[in-house]
Every structure is written in C-alpha cells, then in structure tokens.
C-alpha cells in the first residue's frame, strides 16, 4: 500500500519561508521521480518541482529560483524548501511521484501566505 504524508505547511507573511516534508511508505522511492505538487482554490493541481531517482531537477517557471526540491533516499522523504513566499503560493502542497501515481495523493499540507 502506498502512502504519501505531507507535513510543514502552516502560515506565513509574503517573503516568508516555510519548508514541506513528505514521507514515503509502499514504493521503491530511491527509483522514483519524486515531484511535490500544489492546488490553489479554484485551480487545478500543478507540478512545481520534481527531482528524479540522479538529482535531475525541474521547477515551474513560477517557483523557479525560490523553491528547491531535495530527497533522502536513506529515509524515503522529499522535501520542498520554500522562500520569497509570495501570496500566490497560497495552496494545498502534495508530494507524488512524477507522473503521479493516481491512487496514492495523500492529504497534502495547506500553506497559506498573508499578511
């Protein structure tokens, strides 16, 4: 069974930081390409970052510079590590595989930025 558990997201003013962790369980995670995906209000989800199984990076041109992606394959996580928060960041963050894997989302973790 697989299992995709997001955590770190929270509350955060415009140019804040936050950085979001996923665990993994039910997949080899060390072959997988590993994206971390959001999905604002009325929007449909979007990859905005995602590091395959030889650190090949990829980022949406809207995080590009901001956001970086990394993973522990020793501990079977994903991390996104999130800067320069703006308002438009504001969304649910998943973690899946890239392509995803349809029946593994988990519950995501909200990051809302606001002053």
């Known amino acids: 069974q697989v299992q995709l558990v997001e955590s770190g997201g929270g509350l955060v003013q415009p140019g804040g930081s936050l950085r979001l962790s996923c665990v993994t369980s039910g997949i080899i995670f060390s072959f997988w390409t590993m994206g971390w995906y959001r999905q604002a209000p009325g929007k449909q989800r979007e990859l905005v970052a995602s590091?395959?199984?030889?650190?090949?990076?990829k980022y949406a041109d809207s995080v590009k510079g901001r956001f970086t992606i990394s993973r522990d394959n020793a501990k079977n996580m994903v991390y996104l590590q999130m800067s320069s928060l703006r308002p438009e960041d504001t969304a649910v963050y998943y973690c899946?595989?890239?392509?995803?894997?349809?029946?593994?989302w988990g519950q995501g973790t909200q990051v809302t930025v606001s002053s």
């Open positions: 590091m395959t199984a030889t650190s090949r990076l």
């Open positions: 899946n595989t890239d392509p995803e894997l349809s029946f593994a």
